[in-house]
Each structure stands twice: as C-alpha cells, then as structure tokens.
C-alpha cells in the first residue's frame, strides 16, 4: 500500500507522507471550493481571492487529516502499538499501524480519539472567528467557517459505524468487548461497512442520473472504497489469525530441487524451468547455498546468449529479499513476499545453508484448511491484526 509515497515530514516520531492521489484530491477541493462553495455563500469577492480561498481551503484540509490521524497514532502509541507512519491519500488519510490493538479497550480509544480531534479543532476555530472576527478579513473568515464546519462533518463522518472508517472501530471494540472474540466482531463491523459502502454507490449513481455529476462520481469512489477496504480488513484479519506465530519451518519443504552454477542457462530452462515449474530454484554447489536463480533473470538476458552463459553468470545474491530463518513467523514471511513480489523464499539457518523452500501456495493451502476447520470461537480474544488502516 501507498508505494508512491511522498515522505514530507516527521513529528513526535511519526512520519508523514503524501500518496501522489492526494494532489487530485487537493486539486479538486480546490477548484469545489473557488468556483462552487465560497463564491455561493460568500458573495462579492473577485475570481482572484476566491481561488486563493480555495487554495486555503485545501491546505486547511490537509492539516485538518494530519491532526486527525495525528492523534489516532498518539493514543496508539499510548497503549504500546508501533505506528509505521501517516499517509495522505485521494480519500483522506491513514494512521499505518504494523499490528491491530491487543485489546477492546485499546481499540475504542485509539478509534475514538480521531472524531474527538476533529470536533476538538472545529471548536477552537468557531472560537477564533468568534474573537478575532472583526479583525479578519471576510475572506480569511469564511475559510476558518470552512474549516471548522468541515471538521464536525470529518467527525461525524467517521463515527458512522461502517467499518473500518472509527464508527466501525468503535462497534468492534464494543461487540469485541461483549463476546469477547475479535474475528467474530470484525465479521459483523466489516459486513455493516460492505452495506454502507453500497449505500454510497447506489447514492452516487442517483446523483449522477439527477445531474450532479461531480458529486455522483465521489459518493461512488468513497463506496468503493469504504466496501473494499471493509472486505479486505476482514480477509486480512482472518490471515492473521491463522498464520501468526507459525513459524516457517512448519510450511517449508526440505526435499528442495537445486540448480548447480555451472549449467548453462538454456539448460537451466529445459531441465529445471519447464520440468518442475517453479519460478524461483536455489543456486548450490557442495552442499552450499550461492543464490538463487529466477524467471526475471532469464528474461533479461537475450535468448540467443542462453547458451554462451551459465547459471552462475545470471544468479541473484542471498539477501533479506529472498531468505527467511526457519523459526521467522510465517505472517513476516508473507509480508516479504508481498513487498518484494517473491512466491518463494529460500529457508537459511545462521550457517548459512539450505533448510527448506517456503512457498505462497503451500502457506495458502495450510489458512484455507486451518478456517475450513476453525469456527470464530476458536480465535481468542487477543489475536492480533497486521492491517493498514
């Protein structure tokens, strides 16, 4: 998530980014508010200073999610979760978290601390219009009116119980608190997200009939992602339930088909690529591990050199891409395998030689098993999430 990251900052530790969709986002609550909400509620001032209000608007908007998130991560932070950072992006932002909160109560108040920020802020700035008003300009007031009715709709907004915006964080933490069993409240927070999700796009799709095109296309993108983000905080949460603290050695596969450094690499197709199938072999001589050899490395060399070079002139190194140690947890070993885009990691002990292969596909078939014979009972209470959000 978010690879187009634009690192601008860090605060009290945390890191702030902006995903390059956030400038389409900036640029359209820009020209909204230039042409459309300021020039209707507040009259008489030239094409110049409007735009200039919309532009302030906008950056006002930027510090409005940053507070907001800012202050998940604090309170996140309070309770003992490691926070990777905050990211800006097209729908808003996100507070990155490496890990779900271990318990209810940690969960509804990290989850409560967002609407409470905003409502927090939109206070203070009705509280400065209110002082300083007849000081200002009116187009200095009219954006800190913007902004701070803008933060009590961002607070309601997120407490609407559609998971994962915080509403939906919050009903976890509550149900959660009540069964006491985080896979089954995530099921019923993540479905009511789904619904809402729905909603908007059924929303967006009248809007669009009706004429109101720009608003149409944004209640369906904001459902699209509402009900997509929901399923996938749902999939990732029953991954992680499964997979956390199996260590790799439970999956990996000790009789490994090795390739000697010396063939050639039109031999390495024939013998090895086409026989077993697999786009990855680990590169062996007298019983040491020297690399290992791909698809993509193959790929890149011409086909008519096949011949005049060997496996050893084409073979990738040994690095934390491509190795796990056998007693890694398997949910880091999918982690690796989704930042990297590797199906299959080599299996190293501290000597340095070959264990085992681990592979997607064989860490696949063990979850499927694992939730077709597991009920939601079967999760405890404190089972953690590796989960964006």
Not at 41 to 46: A, I, N, Q
Not at 134 to 144: N, Q
Not at 216 to 239: D, E
């Amino acid at each position: 998530m978010f690879e187009r990251k634009i690192p601008l900052f860090s605060l009290f530790g945390f890191k702030v980014g902006i995903d390059i969709t956030w400038f389409i986002l900036a640029v359209l609550v820009a020209w909204s508010l230039a042409t459309g909400l300021f020039p209707a509620y507040f009259e008489g001032f030239s094409k110049a200073v409007y735009w200039w209000m919309g532009i302030a608007g906008a950056i006002g908007l930027f510090f409005s999610i940053v507070f907001h998130e800012f202050c998940h991560s604090l309170v996140a932070r309070k309770f003992g979760l490691q926070m990777k950072g905050i990211t800006l992006f097209l729908f808003g932002g996100v507070a990155e978290m490496s890990e779900e909160p271990a318990s209810a109560a940690a969960e509804f108040w990290m989850a409560s601390a967002g609407p409470a920020s905003s409502v927090l802020l939109a206070v203070i700035l009705f509280v400065i219009h209110a002082i300083a008003g007849p000081v200002l300009a009116e187009p200095v007031k009219a954006v800190i009116i913007y902004l701070a009715w803008l933060n009590i709709i961002l607070a309601v907004f997120n407490l609407i119980p559609a998971f994962p915006l915080d509403g939906g964080r919050i009903l976890r933490s509550i149900l959660w608190k009540i069964k006491g069993n985080l896979r089954w409240a995530t099921k019923i927070s993540s479905r009511l997200g789904s619904a809402f999700g729905i909603f908007l796009i059924v929303l967006g799709v009248i809007s669009f009939i009706g004429g109101n095109f720009i608003g149409g296309l944004w209640y369906g993108l904001i459902g699209l992602f509402i009900r997509g983000a929901s399923q996938s905080s749902y999939q990732q949460m029953l991954v992680s339930s499964a997979l956390k603290g199996e260590p790799v050695r439970r999956f990996m596969k000790t009789d490994v088909v090795t390739v000697p450094p010396d063939i050639s690499v039109a031999e390495l197709v024939q013998d090895y690529f086409y026989k077993h199938h697999y786009k990855m072999f680990p590169v062996s001589q007298n019983d040491l591990l020297a690399g290992c050899v791909t698809t993509k490395q193959v790929k890149d060399l011409p086909r008519e050199q096949w011949t005049n070079h060997s496996v050893a002139d084409i073979a990738q190194s040994c690095t934390k891409n491509n190795t796990v140690g056998p007693d890694t947890d398997s949910l880091k070993a999918l982690s690796l395998m989704n930042r990297t885009g590797n199906s299959r990691l080599m299996v190293v002990n501290n000597n340095g030689r070959l264990e085992g292969i681990i592979s997607l596909k064989d860490m696949l078939k063990f979850l499927s098993l694992k939730l077709d014979l597991e009920s939601d009972e079967q999760f405890p209470v404190g089972t953690p999430v590796n989960q964006q959000t």
